[in-house]
Structure formats: structure tokens, C-alpha cells
């Protein structure tokens, strides 16, 4: 069993993946998961509003197959059609090295959530890795968690993977889009 949630993220991400597979990551960060998917998909789109995070991320990709958007995730809807994304990747919270201040927002990451949602295409798949242990982490959490309570069930298949035995660890939630 896999203990770093970033890995066990990728694994799953790698059962879903297909040389086809266009993919967002909505929170691009250090670059690790877009180089991921970089390395796996025809195309990858990686999203930051720090433009250290862009910067960072850009130094660690060697393809050109991956196109960054200086701006919020909340913007997917002015930029991409309904059911045109495989794959959507969310690292939630503020970017390791620098101000801590500087985090998702519950309200940011809703509306991003809501549009990912439309853009999705049919049995395309959402992973969000939720860090609850900084401030306003808790309150993003249940921003999240109570959307997604009101999905229809019979549209999403929604998961949550956690550790129970790991005071404050980040949770996965992963949401497949079925029609």
C-alpha cells in the first residue's frame, strides 16, 4: 500500500490515463503532478496564480506538451468546452517553500469544482488532495464535502480516501464522471 498520498494519487491517475488523455492541473504548485501528467498525456494544462509556481513547474518540464495559464482555477469555463478534459487534478492549500498565507479558497475552489464538473468528459476523473491542516483548510474541506453531497449519484461515482491513523493528513477525493 502506497503512504504518500501524492504517489497513491498518481497510481490511480495512471489506471485512467490514455495516450489520448487531455488533463488540467488546476493547481500546478512545484510542478510535480504536471510533470505527471506531462509525461503520460497528449496534453496538459497547468494552472497557478503564483507566478513562482508557474515558473517552478515550467523548469521542470522538458516537453512542450503542456500549455500555463497565470490565473485562477475558477476560470476553466472561459477557456475550454464542455466535456473536453479526461482529467483534472487539484493539490489544494499553498505552495510548500513559500507564504502560507497564500492558499486555495473554499469560494475559488467551489466554483472551479462546479465548472470542472462541465468540462469533464464522460467517464473523465477528478482527483482533489485536500490538506486540512493549515488555516482555512478545514473550512475548504467541508466547502467541498457538502457539494459534493448534492451530485446525483447515478452521474458521479465520488470516493474518499484517508488516513485514519495520521493526525490532520491531507484525503483524497477522486469523482468520475458516469453521463
Known sequence: METNVNQY???VLQSHITPSTVAIDATCGNGHDTLFLANHCLHVHAFDIQAQAIQATKNKIPTKNVTFYHQSHDTFLTLFKPQSIDLIV????????????????PQTTLTSLQQALDIL???GLISLTIYIGHAGGKQEAETI??????LDKHDYTIQKVTYFNRKQSPYVVFIQKEK
Request: charge should be negative; charged fraction near 5%; proline fraction near 4%.
Open 90 to 105: 487539484y493539490n489544494l492549500g499553498y505552495l510548500p517553500g513559500t507564504d502560507h498565507a497564500i492558499t486555495t479558497t
Open 121 to 123: 468528459s464522460i467517464h
Open 9 to 11: 494519487v498518481h497510481q
Open 145 to 150: 464535502e457538502n457539494f459534493l453531497c448534492t
